[in-house]
C-alpha cells in the first residue's frame, strides 16, 4: 500500500523494495539454511524498513490494508507491526 501512496516518499519506496529484492534474493549475508542464525540478517533488514516507515504508515493506509485482509487477521496484523516497531524502538533506548 505504501508504494501506491504519493505521500510516501521515494527514500521509503526504495526501502520497501530494496528489502523485498534482498529477501528474496538467495544471496544473504547470513545464508539462510544455516539453522538458528539463516533468518537473522533478514529480521534485522525487516527491523530496519519497519523503523524507518513507521511514521509513514497513517489511518487511510490501515484502512486500506484492513479491507484487504480477511476479517480474522485485521486486528493481528498491525498489533504484529506495532508490537515489532515497539521492541525496536525499546532497544534503540537502551542503547542510547
Request: glycine letters at 4%; aromatic letters at 6%; proline letters at 9%.
Given at each position: 500500500?505504501?508504494?501506491?501512496?504519493?505521500?510516501?516518499?521515494?527514500?521509503?519506496?526504495?526501502a520497501i523494495i530494496g528489502a523485498l529484492g534482498y529477501l528474496i534474493c538467495p544471496l544473504d549475508a547470513v545464508?539462510?539454511?544455516i539453522p538458528g542464525i539463516?533468518?537473522?540478517?533478514?529480521l534485522a533488514v525487516m527491523a530496519l524498513l519497519i523503523s524507518q516507515i513507521y511514521?509513514?504508515?497513517n489511518d487511510d493506509i490501515r484502512n486500506k490494508v484492513d479491507a484487504m485482509l480477511p476479517?480474522?487477521?485485521?486486528d493481528s496484523f498491525f498489533v504484529m507491526i506495532s508490537n515489532a516497531y515497539a521492541a525496536i524502538r525499546f532497544q534503540y533506548e537502551?542503547?542510547?
Open positions: 500500500m505504501l508504494l501506491k501512496e504519493s505521500s510516501t516518499p521515494l527514500w521509503a519506496k526504495t545464508p539462510d539454511p539463516g533468518f537473522v540478517d533478514d511514521a509513514h504508515i476479517e480474522r487477521c485485521r537502551i542503547r542510547a
